[in-house]
């Protein structure tokens, strides 16, 4: 026996596609920050990442500078006239200071009442 519901099934039918759409934008809403923060943290990472890499580069800067201060005297006394200042006899030591910027001389403005 087939019996014709008319409306009601149409209704019923829209109204459990209704119910499926909004579990569905449910679901979303209720993820869309855990993607948000997901997206953050690849940044930060990736962020932190380069750091890592700076640092493993100026660690191993330094690492070699220690070897050649442990095994090459030349290189102590590179390092002790760039760093101490040192000259050999007869050199001449010249310093050179940045410019001094933060007491900078402004010009005196012209008056405009005469």
Do not use: C, H
């Not at 008319?6 to 209704?11: D, E, H, S, V």
């Not at 940044?43 to 700076?54: A, D, F, P, T, V």
């Not at 690492?63 to 760093?83: C, F, Q, Y």
Request: charged letters at 25%; aromatic letters at 8%.
């Amino acid at each position: 026996m087939n019996v014709d519901l008319g409306i009601w099934q149409k209704l019923s039918r829209l109204m459990a596609a209704m119910i499926f759409a909004a579990a569905a934008l449910a679901v979303v809403v209720w993820y869309i920050p855990l993607f948000q923060q997901n997206e953050r943290m690849r940044k930060e990472i990736q962020s932190l990442q380069g750091q890592i890499r700076r640092e493993e580069l100026a660690s191993r800067e330094l690492e070699n500078d220690i070897r050649a201060l442990r095994s090459d005297p030349k290189a102590i006394e590179r390092m002790a006239r760039e760093k101490l200042g040192y000259a050999k006899t007869g050199e001449t030591v010249i310093y050179f200071q940045p410019p001094n910027t933060n007491n900078a001389v402004m010009a005196p403005r012209e008056s405009s009442i005469k």
